[in-house]
């Protein structure tokens, strides 16, 4: 299987302030259509997982634009340009190029 | 809107099984697989298989092979899991997801005590 390693796997940020949580795949997530599926899900407390983006920068309708995903391969990036009291949560992501699918383990983003 | 909508939270004896219903609405039921993943708050979420509303077919991952079935009720846009032979590891929170996983239902605790 593939494996999803995310960093941190904690993430005090104070309001306002960037934040930035990386994603390793154990091999390349490019699939034989030429697509990367890469997909950053969010989970508020209490909640069910809400998809924020997918193949890898694909921005889900209703994402504040201040979330974007980025990389290639096997190294990828969520990214949060100014961080609101709304973001915390646990943040995963998902590859769907290899069956079975796979998650990180997740990051906790917790505002100071 | 799209919208998985599952069954209550379950409590099981060891050695019992447990079925979990999800139910779509909102979009047409056979264009899209259903997933069903697993949480637990040690071992964060972990990929159970696939439904093919259409079909049936079901793909299953190896871990939970022998332990899962996948059903589905075309008449009433419904997927089912089934968990066997539960144990206290079985503990945890069991969601739906529609293919994308761009919709996900609101997640079931199924609880195993004796």
């Known amino acids: 299987d593939v494996v999803m390693t995310q960093s941190p796997l904690s993430l005090p940020v104070t309001l306002g302030q960037p934040a930035s949580i990386s994603c390793r795949s154990s091999?390349?997530?490019?699939?034989?259509?030429?697509?990367?599926?890469l997909t950053w899900f969010q989970q508020r407390p209490g909640q069910s997982p809400r998809r924020l983006i997918y193949?890898?920068?694909k921005r889900d309708s209703g994402v504040p634009d201040r979330f974007s995903g980025s990389g290639s391969g096997t190294d990828f990036t969520l990214k949060i340009s100014r961080v609101e009291a709304e973001d915390a949560g646990v943040y995963f992501c998902?590859?769907?190029?290899?069956?079975?699918?796979?998650f990180g383990q997740g990051t906790k983003v917790e505002i100071k | 809107q799209v919208q998985l909508v599952q069954s209550g939270a379950e409590v099981r004896n060891p050695g019992a099984s447990v079925k979990v219903s999800c139910k779509a609405s909102?979009?047409?039921?056979?264009?899209?697989?259903v997933h069903w993943v697993r949480q637990t708050p040690g071992q964060g979420l972990d990929w159970m298989g696939i439904?093919?509303?259409?079909?049936?077919?079901?793909e299953y991952a190896q871990k939970f092979r022998g332990k899962i079935t996948m059903t589905r009720d075309t008449s009433t846009s419904t997927v089912y899991m089934e968990l066997s032979s539960l144990t206290f590891e079985d503990t945890a929170l069991y969601f739906c997801?529609?293919?994308?996983?761009?919709?996900w239902g609101q997640g079931t605790l199924v609880t195993v005590s004796s």
């Open positions: 997801a529609r293919g994308p996983f761009d919709s």
């Open positions: 909102g979009y047409t039921f056979t264009s899209y697989y």
């Open positions: 439904v093919y509303p259409t079909t049936g077919k079901t």
């Open positions: 091999q390349s997530l490019v699939d034989s259509d030429g697509s990367t599926y």
């Open positions: 193949n890898v920068y």
């Open positions: 998902m590859q769907g190029t290899y069956w079975p699918r796979t």
